[in-house]
């Protein structure tokens, strides 16, 4: 098992920034894919980042170029560097974990985008 923790969601005016960090904790194996998806309300789950073991970083094009995923490996840590938000990045942000065919989700943390 393997349990993420989310935080740092919050309120943010456009174009401004916001910091997610999520900590994994449990039985963790490597190599492994953390990442982070939304869901804006009345639409489904997408990806937003992810970061391999090995530092291998996929963004969705949306995000490409004002998001920034991290991972600090030694302390089972991946963080999202959020800037120029829009309010269309308003959303429920989740953490996952990929190992092999196991994956694990945390319970959410909210980022709303509103002036």
């Known amino acids: 098992q393997v349990q993420l923790v989310e935080s740092g969601g919050g309120l943010v005016q456009p174009g401004g920034s916001l910091r997610l960090s999520c900590a994994a904790s449990?039985?963790?194996?490597?190599?492994?894919?953390m990442g982070w998806y939304r869901q804006a309300a009345g639409k489904e789950r997408e990806l937003v980042a992810t970061?391999?073991?090995?530092?291998?970083?996929n963004y969705a094009d949306a995000v490409k170029g004002r998001f920034t995923i991290s991972r600090d490996n030694a302390k089972n840590t991946v963080a999202l560097q959020m800037n120029s938000l829009k309010p269309e990045d308003a959303a429920v942000y989740y953490c996952?974990?990929?190992?092999?065919?196991?994956?694990?989700w945390g319970k959410g943390t909210l980022v709303t985008v509103s002036s």
């Open positions: 996952t974990y990929f190992y092999v065919n196991l994956e694990y």
């Open positions: 449990g039985s963790i194996f490597r190599p492994n894919t």
């Open positions: 970061i391999t073991s090995g530092g291998s970083t």
